[in-house]
């Protein structure tokens, strides 16, 4: 399960390139920054690999274990 | 399963690096490694010039600030009058490879026991753009506008292999940010090199392949493809030099 900081975000589109499940895309909206930013499209498909928090040059995504 | 939370030696805000850059993946980098080594009160972090030292912005801990590519003689001092803690410089390949060039060697061949962070993204980026000595061939910049000739600008300085022929070096290492396994072993990397300054051993040089989405005119995405056709060719990422597995 990821959360991603919007205010963070700036929207390089890395986690969504590098997720190997294909869950991430970039949203519609923007940030209160003006960004776009990444939303999960399948929360289910997760695995916590955390390879999208690796990739993050902000450090806006937090990975929490799956139960 | 694995889990990640944001380091605690990071400000809680965004960095000053534009969209894509990794300057900022590096730094957190730094920032994942020291928090795992409970590092985060012990460090020190020596910064020069350039978009390099935009990362103390976004530092939640000690910084210096040197002069133009005078990092390691700082962190020599440093260094020499706290040998306790953990001392690394963060330098761009302009400061590191062209101004700052006589600090690095002289540091290196006297095997200091800190820590350099290299990274280098083939640009001066916060200038502008301009070619830095690490430049690539036929790259165009604002001062090669038909792209780097070696017939009047020489060859791109390659920094790991220079400091690996020198004896003092402990660990001289060079890995690429633009996949997920280039930044999991830069992850490693630098993790091994601040086990090595703790444990007083010497020297240790990490220098990490970057981009710079606005100089080189594309976007973060096509930095990743740029860098596999162009950066790593010529930049071969490896260790160079390792003093724990030589024995």
Known sequence: MITINSMMCKGCGYCIKFCPKHILEMGKER??????YPVNINTDACTSCAICALMCPEAAIEVAAKN | MPEYKRPSSLMPMATGYCPGCMHALATRLVADVIDELNQADNA????????????LYSWHGDVIGAAHGR??????????????????????????????????????NRGENFTVVFANNQTYGMTGGQMAPTTLIGQKTTTTR????????????KMCELISVLEAPVFVARYALNSPK?????????????????????????????????????????TLEYMN????????PGVYKDAEAAK
């Open chain 2, 229 to 236: 056709t162009n950066t790593i060719p010529y930049f071969q």
């Open chain 2, 44 to 55: 020190i972090n020596v910064v020069s010039v350039g978009c390099s030292a935009l990362n």
């Open chain 2, 182 to 222: 280039g930044v999991s072993d830069a992850k490693k990397g630098i993790k091994k090199a601040f086990e090595m300054q703790l444990a007083g051993k010497g020297f240790t040089f990490v220098e990490l392949l970057t981009n710079c989405p606005t100089n080189w005119g594309m976007s973060p995405l096509d």
């Open chain 2, 146 to 157: 038909f792209g780097r000739d070696p017939q009047t600008t020489g060859y791109p300085l």
């Open chain 2, 71 to 108: 990092a390691p003689a700082v962190a020599t001092g440093i260094k020499r009058c706290l040998p306790e803690r953990l001392v690394f410089t963060y330098q761009g390949d302009g400061d590191l490879a062209a101004i700052g060039l006589a600090e690095i060697m002289s540091a290196a």
């Open chain 1, 31 to 36: 940030s209160e920054k003006g960004h776009f």
